[in-house]
C-alpha cells in the first residue's frame, strides 16, 4: 500500500457520496469527517449525522491515480461492482469530481501530511462515554494536561467522573470520554 495521497474535488455537498461511491470501487479514499448535531422535525429532536470536515476535499492512495483521472474524465462516472444478491456485476454511478492538477503535475501528499487532519477528526469525533465507570474504578487519564496517569474513581455523575490521583491532594473532574478503565488500557 502506498503511502502517498492524491487529492479530489468536488462539490462540498458530494463528498461523502463521493468517499462511498470510491470506497464501493475498491478505491482506497479518505476525508475527515466529524459527528455534527443537528435538530430536525417539529419534535426538534438532536440527531448526529456524519460531516466532512473539509468539504469538496477527498484523498485518494496515489498507486491507482491514472484510474481516478480516467474515472473523472469519463462522460459518465460509473464503475461496476459486484452484487452478491443477484451474483452480478451492476454499474454503479457516481457523483462528479475531479484529481487535483498543479502546474500540468498531479502533487502527492504524504501520510505524515496529513497526520494533523486526523487529529482534528480524532478530536471532532462524538463525545459519547464509552465506558461506565463506578466508585474505587481504577482509570487512565487519555487527554489533557494528566494524559497517561492512573487514578482512582471517586464520584461519578452523567458524564462527569471526579478522580483521585494518588500524587494529588484533591480529586479533580474529567469528561467521562477522557477516561479509560486501566484493565482496558493495558
Not at 61 to 74: C, E, N, Y
Request: hydrophobic letters at 40%; charged letters at 25%.
Amino acid at each position: 500500500m502506498s503511502d502517498r495521497w492524491c487529492i479530489l474535488r468536488m462539490s462540498g455537498g458530494s463528498t461523502l457520496p463521493v468517499v462511498n461511491a470510491l470506497t464501493d470501487a475498491s478505491f482506497t479514499v479518505w476525508t475527515p469527517v466529524v459527528a455534527e448535531k443537528k435538530r430536525t422535525g417539529s419534535s426538534r429532536k438532536e440527531i448526529e449525522r456524519p460531516t466532512a470536515l473539509i468539504p469538496g476535499i477527498v484523498f485518494a492512495q496515489a498507486d491507482r491515480l491514472h484510474d481516478l483521472i480516467v474515472m473523472s474524465r469519463a462522460p459518465s462516472l460509473t464503475h461496476r461492482r459486484y452484487n452478491r444478491d443477484t451474483g452480478r456485476m451492476e454499474l454503479r454511478g457516481c457523483p462528479a469530481f475531479s484529481v487535483f492538477r498543479d502546474q500540468g503535475h498531479y502533487p502527492l501528499i504524504s501520510d505524515a501530511q496529513l497526520e494533523a487532519l486526523r487529529r482534528a477528526e480524532w478530536k471532532g469525533r462524538s463525545r459519547k462515554a464509552e465506558h461506565v465507570f463506578h466508585p474505587n474504578d481504577q482509570v487512565r487519564c487519555d487527554q489533557t494536561s494528566y494524559a497517561g496517569m492512573v487514578g482512582v474513581v471517586s464520584r461519578v455523575s452523567k458524564k462527569r467522573v471526579r478522580v483521585l490521583w494518588p500524587e494529588a491532594l484533591h480529586e479533580w473532574e474529567f469528561d467521562a470520554c477522557d477516561l479509560i478503565p486501566v484493565a482496558q488500557a493495558a
